[in-house]
C-alpha cells in the first residue's frame, strides 16, 4: 500500500468502529510513514474535485467566507507558490499572528507543503513577549493581519531584522487595506500558479509546528512536532470529538494556541468535515445558539467558561442540530453537565491532552460516562499512572510509556534538551497531571502536580473544590490555592469572581462558606475565601503560581486583605 492508503486506513478504522473505544483501541495502529507530506499527499488528493465545503466563517455582521475542499487546495497551492517567490524554504521559521480568518487555514496547508515551520501565535501578542518569540523561535517570517502589524511597529528595529513581513489585511480579499511601507500584500497571492509541486520530498521525523506554552508555572516552553505527529496524530482528537464525513464541526477556540491546530485544522479535515466559525467581539448566548441552528452545526466543541455562560440562557428554546457536544481547555464541572442535558438530551464529553500531544485520554461516542471522569486512554495511547517513587498506580501522575511511543508525542522541546530529557526520563513522558484510575480504566483529573498540596496532611485537589465553589449562584470562577497557616501547615484560600448581581462582603462570603460545608468533608474545607481578580496566561487558564506566591509572601498570621473572609468568622 502507499503512504496515503496506510493513512486512510487508520483513519477509516476509527470513524468505522466511533462508538465502540475497546474495538478501536484494539485494531489501531498508527501508520508506518517516511516522506508523507499530510498537505499534498492527503489534502490535495481528497480535495481533487471535491465541491463540499471545507471552511465556513461567518462574521457577527452576517459576512461569509466559504471555500470548498477543492478551493482550499488550489489557494494553498498559490500560497506556497507565491512565498516560494519570496525566497521561502523548507526549515524556514514563520510566525503566524491571524485571526480567525481565511488565509490562516491556506497559509497552514502552504507551510505544510513547503515544509515552512510554522510558529502559531495570538494577535494579542506584544512587547516583550513578542520580541521573545521572534528571538527564541528563529522567526524569518511574519504573517499577520491589521492588529497583528500594530504590535510589531512597536518593536525595535534590531527584534525583526531580517524578517520578511506579510501583511493579510480582511482576509487578503478586500479592494482596501492595502500593506504599510515595507509589508508584503498577501492579496498578491492570487497571482502565483494554482499548483504546488515541493523541491523535494520532506521527512515525517522534519519540525512542522513549535508551539509556545500557555506559561502557567513558568516561561513558556517551545513544543516542537513533527510532520506527522500533529497531522497525523490528530486521529486521535477526530475519534475523539466523534467527527463524521461531512459534519459542520465548531470548535469556539482562538488561533495562536494548539486547542485551535487540534479542533479547527487537523482533526476536521482528517474527517472531511466542514470547518465552521463565527467570529464576534462579545459574547452573546442568544446569538450563539442562533448560529448553531441556522447553520446546521453537528459537533460543537467549547471550553467551559463557554458551557458556563450558554446555561444561564433558557437552553430548551433552541431546538439545536448538534449530535456531538464537547468540552476541553479544563476539566468542566458536573453542575453544568447536567443542565445542558436536562435542556438538550445531550451529555457533554470531556477529554484530556496537551499542547506536547494530541487528545490523550476521552470519552468517545457511545461509551458509558462518569460523573467527573474525563474517560479512557484513546486509541494510539498506552498511558499510566505513576507515583512519586515511579511506580504505576491508581493515583499519580498521567504518563505515556515510551516503549510504545505513540506517532502524536512531541519531539521535544526546540533548543532545550535539558527539559526534554526531564519530561521524557525513566522510559515515561510526564505530563505533570495528576489523576486516579478507577477498576474500569476511567481516569480522573486531580490537577496540576504543582497545585496538589496538603493540608493538615490530607492531600488537597484544588480542581475538586473549585468544582464545589462554582456550584454556588454567587461564584462565576475560582481558583483554590494553599495559604500558609500556624497551626496546619496549609489550609486551602479559594480566589473567587462574583457572578454579577452578587456583593463582595461578608454576607456572601458566609453564604459561601455554609454552602461548602454541605458539599465538602471537613479535613478539606476551603477555609479562606479572597473575592478578587483572577491572574490569568494570554490564553486564559489561571496561573495559579501567581497566587501561591502571593500567599507565601505573607507571614502565616499576619494581616489578611481587606476582601478576604475566613471560615471560622462565620461559626
Known amino acids: 500500500m502507499s ?152 518593536l525595535s528595529q534590531d527584534a525583526i531584522r531580517g524578517v520578511g513581513c506579510i501583511f493579510a489585511s480582511d482576509g487578503g480579499r478586500s479592494a482596501h487595506g492595502a500593506p504599510p511601507s515595507g509589508w508584503i500584500d498577501y492579496r498578491d497571492t492570487q497571482h502565483s500558479a494554482p499548483t504546488f509541486t515541493p523541491a523535494a520530498p520532506l521527512s515525517v521525523h522534519e519540525p512542522v509546528l513549535e508551539y509556545f506554552t500557555s506559561g ?67 459574547f452573546n448566548g442568544p446569538a450563539i445558539l442562533d448560529v448553531l441552528v441556522k447553520y446546521g452545526v453537528k459537533t460543537l466543541c467549547a471550553p467551559p467558561t463557554v458551557w458556563r455562560m450558554l446555561i444561564l440562557e433558557d437552553m430548551k428554546r433552541w431546538t439545536v442540530p448538534l449530535r456531538e457536544v464537547i468540552s476541553a481547555g479544563e476539566p468542566l464541572n458536573p453542575e453544568v453537565i447536567e443542565q445542558v442535558r436536562a435542556a438538550w438530551g445531550l451529555t457533554i464529553r470531556d477529554g484530556y491532552g496537551q499542547t506536547e500531544t494530541t487528545a490523550q485520554i476521552g470519552n468517545p461516542p457511545g461509551q458509558a460516562l462518569k460523573p467527573g471522569s474525563m474517560g479512557r486512554p484513546l486509541p494510539g495511547y498506552q498511558i499510566v499512572l505513576l507515583d512519586p517513587d515511579g511506580k504505576p498506580a491508581d493515583e499519580g501522575e498521567i504518563c505515556i510509556d515510551l516503549s510504545t511511543r505513540p506517532t502524536p508525542l512531541m519531539d521535544g522541546y526546540a533548543d532545550d534538551t535539558a527539559k526534554t530529557a526531564e519530561a521524557m526520563r525513566d522510559g515515561h513522558y510526564h505530563t505533570g497531571d495528576v489523576g486516579t484510575r478507577d477498576e474500569q480504566g476511567y481516569i480522573t483529573y486531580v490537577g496540576r502536580a504543582d497545585d496538589v498540596f496538603k493540608a493538615s496532611g490530607y492531600r488537597i485537589s484544588p480542581f475538586e473544590l473549585e468544582s464545589a465553589l462554582i456550584e454556588h449562584p454567587a461564584v462565576a470562577e475560582a481558583a483554590v490555592v494553599p495559604s500558609p497557616d500556624p497551626v496546619r501547615g496549609f489550609v486551602p484560600k479559594a480566589y473567587v469572581i462574583l457572578a454579577p448581581g452578587h456583593a463582595a462582603d461578608a454576607a456572601t462570603a458566609g453564604a459561601i462558606f455554609k454552602f461548602l460545608k454541605k458539599r465538602v468533608s471537613p479535613y478539606k474545607m476551603v477555609r479562606r475565601i479572597e473575592f478578587s481578580d483572577l491572574p490569568k496566561t494570554i490564553s486564559g487558564k489561571i496561573r495559579r503560581v501567581e497566587l501561591r506566591g502571593h500567599e507565601n509572601k505573607r507571614p502565616a498570621s499576619g494581616a489578611r486583605s481587606a476582601m478576604e473572609f475566613l471560615e471560622e468568622m462565620f461559626r
Open 3 to 154: 503512504e496515503l492508503q496506510h493513512f486512510l486506513a487508520a483513519r477509516d478504522g476509527l470513524l468505522s468502529r466511533r462508538t465502540d473505544l475497546d474495538a478501536a483501541s484494539a485494531h489501531f495502529a498508527w501508520p508506518t510513514l517516511s516522506h508523507f507530506n499530510w498537505a499534498i499527499d492527503y489534502f490535495d488528493a481528497i480535495a481533487r474535485n471535491n465541491d463540499k465545503p471545507a471552511l465556513h466563517i461567518v462574521e457577527e455582521s452576517g459576512v461569509e467566507a466559504k471555500l470548498t475542499y477543492a478551493q482550499l487546495s488550489q489557494r494553498s497551492s498559490q500560497v506556497a507558490n507565491f512565498l516560494v517567490s519570496l525566497g521561502a524554504k523548507s526549515g524556514d521559521r514563520m510566525l503566524l499572528m491571524l485571526g480567525n480568518e481565511v488565509p490562516l487555514w491556506e497559509t497552514m496547508l502552504a507551510a505544510i507543503k513547503l515544509g515552512v515551520v510554522v510558529i502559531p501565535a495570538t494577535t494579542l501578542l506584544s512587547g516583550a513577549d513578542l520580541a521573545d518569540r521572534i528571538a527564541r523561535g528563529r522567526v524569518r517570517w511574519i504573517m499577520t493581519n491589521a492588529t497583528g502589524q500594530s504590535r510589531v511597529a512597536e
Open 216 to 282: 502557567t508555572t513558568a516561561q513558556p516552553k517551545l513544543v516542537r512536532h513533527s510532520r506527522q505527529s500533529y497531522p497525523v496524530g490528530h486521529l486521535s482528537t477526530m475519534y475523539w470529538l466523534g467527527l463524521q464525513p461531512g459534519d459542520v464541526h465548531w470548535t469556539i477556540s482562538s488561533p495562536g494556541w494548539a486547542k485551535h491546530a487540534w479542533s479547527c485544522f487537523f482533526a476536521p479535515l482528517n474527517a472531511q468535515a466542514c470547518v465552521f466559525i463565527y467570529n464576534y467581539t462579545r
